[in-house]
């Protein structure tokens, strides 16, 4: 089958969530596929990344996108009814050539990867299939209700009324969307009488992330936290870790245990918050490490939308993950069986301090959190289910 992939970011390196995901469909799915990737990038520098794509695509092409906070972004999210997270991506030359490479090639399909970038698309015949990584406007609106200042909260809501309704319009003109967790699922059902969605979940690489059968024997006990900070709720996650949780889990353990956090783009209240017991990591080429050099991953993540690579990334490395109802959201782990889950700060410290004293429940979560990810999140799996919904469409 020929496909026209369309993405926000380029695939490769893998240090975003997204470009983990599509990377490995990418990889698995060029197997059966002849796939024609566009993407933007933000730096010159990600040109050296493309010959790797190359292996995997029949074509690549890509798109600088504008910063959020450009002067050409703010002037078209003020004169058109696009919110501005639409606004950065809309590119006159990126949309020329994709009608050029439609009317060249003949694509039996095409896999949008966000809504966002959907206006670029010319009118066609072509199925389109869109990929929501997260239900945007669910994101923006939590980010809002923390904003304090009154004009930049008015028009941070008049723009998320605007990513409501073009999310919503986007959707019905696909010929099938794909979510990526049931609570997300139900929403867009929920929104969109009769919309044909299919669940296809992130996942992990379970030959990659090799599964550590003995803990860490090392006296101080490394708790880890780890993301990509330019995702909202990441940074909201980490300053409520270090503000919150972190404290109560020294006052117990007291020197017999440290906090890593990992991570490129860390907010400057983190890098520059007191350093007691506290390290952090902008530099690790390959985050396996992160997680052998970890006794548990602490995740208070509160942010809704999608599945997070961390927590399968963990489970599939052996390290237990203590994290919120909202961080373990799409995966139908339990409470005590694959993750400890808990919502308030307190109660986090504390499932922490417990799995990192109890060697019968850390031995019970690695093992179970293992079996869970290599059952239901590897790549091949979730590709498999990809190829199939591709096959429906067309």
Known sequence: MKILMLTPYLPYPLWSGGQIRTFNLLKNLAEKHQITLFSFIREKKELEYVDILKEYCDEVRVFFKRPPWSLTSLFLSGITYYPLVVCLYLNGQLARQLKEAILRKHFDLIHAETFYVMPNIPKNNIPIILAEQTIEYLVYRHYTQNVRFFLKKLLMNWDVLKIYFWEKR?????ERVIAMSKSDKELMMERVKDLKVDL????????FFSFRKKPRKEKVKTILF????????????VTFLVDKVWPNIRNVLKEKVRLWIVGKHLPQNIISSDKTQITVSDDIDDIREAYRKSDVLLAPIYGPGGTRYKILESMASGVPVVTTPTGIEGLDAQNFREALIADD???????????????????????NGRTMVESKFSWKTIARKLDYIYQKAV
């Not at 993301?227 to 990441?234: C, E, H, M, R």
């Open 200 to 207: 296809v979940p992130n996942g992990v690489d379970t030959e």
């Open 226 to 237: 780890v993301g990509n900070f330019k995702w909202l709720q990441n940074r909201e996650a």
């Open 170 to 174: 986007f959707w019905k003109k696909a």
């Open 345 to 367: 700060a307190k109660e986090l410290a504390e499932l922490t301090v417990k799995v990192l004293t109890d060697k019968n429940l850390y031995k019970r979560l690695a093992e």
